[in-house]
Structure formats: structure tokens, C-alpha cells
Nanobody, 114 residues
Framework: QVQLVESGGGLVQPGGSLRLSCAAS????????MGWYRQVPGKGRELVAI???????NYADSVKGRFTISRDNAKNTVNLQMNSLKPEDTAVYYC????????WGKGTLVTVSS
């Protein structure tokens, strides 16, 4: 079992920044993929960014150049630095862990509004 706890969501004005963090605990493997997905009401969950344990990253086109994902393998944490936020970035953001199985955090709400 793996537990994921997210933090860092909140309300921010357009153009602002937020940093999301996710801490993983439990049966953590050495080779994994961690990342962030987001979901708005009425739509499916979409990939925001992922990072492998080797540091390879992949981003959704909509966030490239604005968001940066990073991880600390020793601490089993993954972070998402979000800059130049837009109203369309408003969503619940979920931390994801893929080892032998998939695990999800409970989500943290990000609201971008003036």
C-alpha cells in the first residue's frame, strides 16, 4: 500500500504562482512514476505532468513553460511549481504514484480567479 498526501492548493489571482507538494509513504519502490493530474466537474481527469524516478518528465501542452515538476527520491516527494496561472488551470489536482499498482491522493483544489 502507498499513501499520498497533497498540500499547497488554494486561491490565486491570474498570473500568480502556487506550489503543490505530495508526500508518499508506505511500500515505495525504487523505480516509479509520480505525477499530477487535474479534474474539473463534468470532465475526465487529465495529465498535468509526470516524472520518473530517473528524472524524465512529461508535460501537458497546456502547461509547458509554466509548470515545473520535480521530485526528491530520498524523501519520496513530488512537487509541482505552477507559474503564470490562468483561470483555466482551476481544478482539483491529484497526486499520482505508479509502481506495481496505481495510487491516488485525495486531491487539492486550485482556484485561479480575480
Amino acid at each position: 500500500q502507498v499513501q499520498l498526501v497533497e498540500s499547497g492548493g488554494g486561491l490565486v489571482q491570474p498570473g500568480g504562482s502556487l506550489r503543490l507538494s505530495c508526500a508518499a509513504s508506505g511500500s515505495i519502490l525504487s523505480v516509479t512514476v509520480m505525477g499530477w493530474y487535474r479534474q474539473v466537474p463534468g470532465k475526465g481527469r487529465e495529465l498535468v505532468a509526470i516524472i520518473t524516478s530517473g528524472g524524465i518528465t512529461n508535460y501537458a501542452d497546456s502547461v509547458k513553460g509554466r509548470f515545473t515538476i520535480s521530485r526528491d527520491n530520498a524523501k519520496n516527494t513530488v512537487n509541482l511549481q505552477m507559474n503564470s496561472l490562468k483561470p483555466e488551470d482551476t481544478a482539483v489536482y491529484y497526486c499520482h504514484y505508479r509502481g506495481l499498482l496505481d495510487y491516488w491522493g485525495k486531491g487539492t483544489l486550485v482556484t485561479v480567479s480575480s
